[in-house]
């Protein structure tokens, strides 16, 4: 394992520690919240402020995008690195009891994402990835599935639920994929729903509006797991936009033809 890559891996099990140590004091807990449907926890901040501490421990220069603190700039000439951080994602999940959640962790390096780490501390498992070096599941190599079409197909997405997001234009995008395949899952955490498409547990995943600690990791799961990766018309934009199409090559060409004609109502 790489050194960085063992270090987000550290990283994300000390947050995973302060998760799984409040999961049974979750009424007792202090949750604000960012704007409607949108929730965070003192849980999160906790879990967020150790992930940094142990990355700081070892890379004290280098950059930090992380979902409740923000941006901090690197020092040193570091900067170049940058990590990209979820600390509880699928907070809603969290605080009912519903055992879908992860820490998420990537690095990225001058623009591209290298390493990636997402790990559920309620089933323990650990979905890592460096760039060049496959992907794993608890040290099992993971391929995507190797569906031909969706015909047949699971796909996992996620909901709009911030004020800010089209329900009638999703829906259109829902119907259009429901008359196709064998379903659709909305798990709650898009980090985990991705890490799933790269462990062939879910055929595809496509969801609008998200940022980037959602994606980093889990769409280098995907792509090390042999997916492709790509905005709602196949761009490399989707850490940019936010829009995210994921699956195995041949459902993933599938995915974007059937999206083609609903690309102008996200422009």
Not at 28 to 36: D, G
Not at 61 to 67: F, K, R, S, V
Not at 181 to 205: E, I, M, N, Q
């Amino acid at each position: 394992m790489h050194p960085m890559l063992n270090i987000a891996v550290r990283a994300a099990r000390a947050a995973g520690h302060i998760i799984t140590r409040h999961r049974n004091k979750i009424d007792s807990l202090s949750v604000a919240s960012k704007q409607r449907n949108d929730f965070v926890s003192e849980v999160d901040r906790a879990a967020e402020a150790e992930i940094i501490r142990v990355l700081q421990r070892s890379y004290p220069g280098h950059a930090i995008l992380a979902e409740e603190s923000g941006r901090q700039a690197g020092s040193g000439g570091r900067d170049e690195f940058e990590w990209i951080i979820d600390p509880l994602d699928g907070t809603t999940n969290y605080l009912h009891g519903v055992p879908q959640y992860a820490v998420s962790i990537a690095l990225r390096y001058r623009g591209r994402v290298e390493h990636a780490v997402v790990y559920n501390p309620d089933s323990e498992e650990l979905f890592t990835a460096s760039r060049g070096g496959g992907a794993e599941l608890n040290n099992r190599r993971l391929r995507v599935s190797q569906q031909r079409g969706l015909q047949g197909a699971l796909l996992g997405t996620g909901f709009p639920y911030r004020d800010d997001q089209s329900a009638d234009a999703y829906l259109q995008v829902l119907r259009a994929f429901m008359q196709d395949t064998a379903g659709l899952r909305r798990p709650g955490a898009a980090s985990l729903d991705l890490a799933y498409v790269a462990a062939g547990r879910f055929d595809g995943f496509f969801e609008m509006g998200l940022q980037p600690w959602d994606l980093a990791a889990g769409a280098l799961l995907v792509r090390e797991a042999g997916g492709l990766v790509g905005d709602l018309d196949g761009a490399e934009s989707w850490l940019e936009s936010g829009n995210i199409v994921a699956a195995g090559p041949k459902v993933y060409h599938a995915m974007l033809q059937k999206l083609q004609p609903y690309l102008h109502l996200y422009r």
